[in-house]
Nanobody, 126 residues
Framework: QVQLVESGGGLVQAGGSLGLSCAAS????????MGWFRQAPGKEREFVCSQYIGWPSAATSYADSVKGRFTISRDNAKNTVYLQMNSLKPEDTAVYYC?????????????????WGQGTQVTVSS
């Protein structure tokens, strides 16, 4: 069982920046695809970004809506994945979830992930 704990959410003005962290308890953290999803009130959970750095090749993906503004990164020594969010917009307001999937997965598909964090609220004011 892998536990994921997100932190770093909060309130920020439009155009501002915010960083999220997700600490994982997995002993083989480096072999997991790590993803970020978000869910706004009344909407379905949507893919934000993901990263896999194992064999056969690394893969990083972003939703078109965040490309160029958000950056996913990870520190395998700390079992932590990060989401740096810049140029935030009110439409980025949502609960952000960290997810982990074993190996290289279809990372835009929420159903492909094995473990989920509890979520952290991000609110962007206009």
């Amino acid at each position: 069982q892998v536990q994921l704990v997100e932190s770093g959410g909060g309130l920020v003005q439009a155009g501002g920046s915010l960083g999220l962290s997700c600490a994982a308890s997995a002993r083989t953290f480096s072999t997991y695809t790590m993803g970020w999803f978000r869910q706004a009130p009344g909407k379905e959970r949507e893919f934000v970004c993901s990263q896999y750095i194992g064999w056969p090749s690394a893969a990083t993906s972003y939703a078109d809506s965040v490309k160029g503004r958000f950056t996913i990164s990870r520190d395998n020594a700390k079992n932590t994945v990060y989401l740096q969010m810049n140029s935030l917009k009110p439409e980025d307001t949502a609960v952000y979830y960290c997810a982990a999937g074993r190996g290289l997965i279809s990372s835009m598909n929420a159903g492909a992930y094995d473990y989920w964090g509890q979520g952290t609220q991000v609110t962007v004011s206009s």
